[in-house]
């Protein structure tokens, strides 16, 4: 166990929907990642959080957002969905020096209908 | 950019055998490295890091050699056991602003008894 939570594990929605993904990160980590895994794409930074505010941005689609909140979770909203959305999302929270590694949650399995 | 290149699987071998998956990266300056290991339905799992050139990363019988003259950081293992079926990823963390992580493609590895 990484000690970082993600819910829901599992989610099933429409083409057009939104939906909010939660990441909970290990107790004292300032630092929240999201990541998307596809297999057409692989693992693929999205975005980072430290401290509540956003400090860097990958390929991240204009449709997702996120932010961190006070007590340091995250939420990652992703909005119109598409077909191609379909993808498993990562939360990471780390201890941000060189070389400290990122804990990674279980995920949720996101499948858009 | 940061790149990793990590060769392409399948890797199918025996229990026993001698394990080695190749990585390669592309990084400015002096880049952290690192072995997730993912396990069928799971999150990724850090195996083991590098943080400078010559370092040796090793946990549960994996090792990897930091090698900044041949940018390389090459996993290895003595003698798989069936339950080291997973897929591994290389990794790199630059540093700087932020410490995202830039994975390689992954490699699933099969081991048969």
């Known amino acids: 166990d990484s000690g970082v939570t993600q819910t829901p594990k599992h989610l099933i929605t429409a083409t057009g929907q939104r939906v909010t993904l939660r990441c909970s990160p290990r107790?004292?980590?300032?630092?929240v990642y999201w990541y998307q895994q596809s297999l057409d794409q692989g693992l693929q930074f999205l975005i980072q959080?430290?401290?509540?505010?956003?400090?860097a941005k990958g390929n991240i689609l204009e449709r997702f957002s996120a932010q961190q909140f006070p007590d340091l979770h995250s939420e990652l909203n992703l909005s119109s969905l598409e077909l191609g959305d379909s993808a498993l999302y990562f939360c990471?929270?780390?201890?941000?020096?060189?070389?400290?590694?990122?804990?990674f949650g279980p995920g949720t399995r996101l499948t858009v209908t | 950019g940061n790149s990793v290149t990590q060769m392409e699987g399948p890797v199918t071998l025996s229990e026993e055998a001698f394990l080695t998956i190749n990585c390669t990266y592309t990084?400015?300056?002096?880049?952290?490295l690192f072995w997730y290991v993912q396990y069928p339905g799971e999150g990724l799992q850090l195996l083991l890091k590098?943080?400078?050139?010559?370092d040796k990363g090793s946990n549960k019988g994996f090792e990897a050699t930091y090698r900044k003259e041949t940018t390389s950081f090459h996993l290895e293992k003595g003698s798989v056991q069936v339950s080291d079926s997973a897929v591994y990823f290389c990794a790199l963390s630059r540093g700087g602003s932020n410490y995202k992580l830039t994975f390689g493609k992954g490699t699933l590895l099969t081991v048969n008894p």
């Open positions: 959080y430290y401290n509540g505010e956003e400090r």
């Open positions: 590098a943080t400078k050139a010559d």
């Open positions: 107790s004292g980590d300032l630092s």
């Open positions: 990084a400015t300056g002096y880049p952290s």
């Open positions: 990471a929270s780390s201890v941000d020096t060189l070389g400290g590694e990122q804990y």
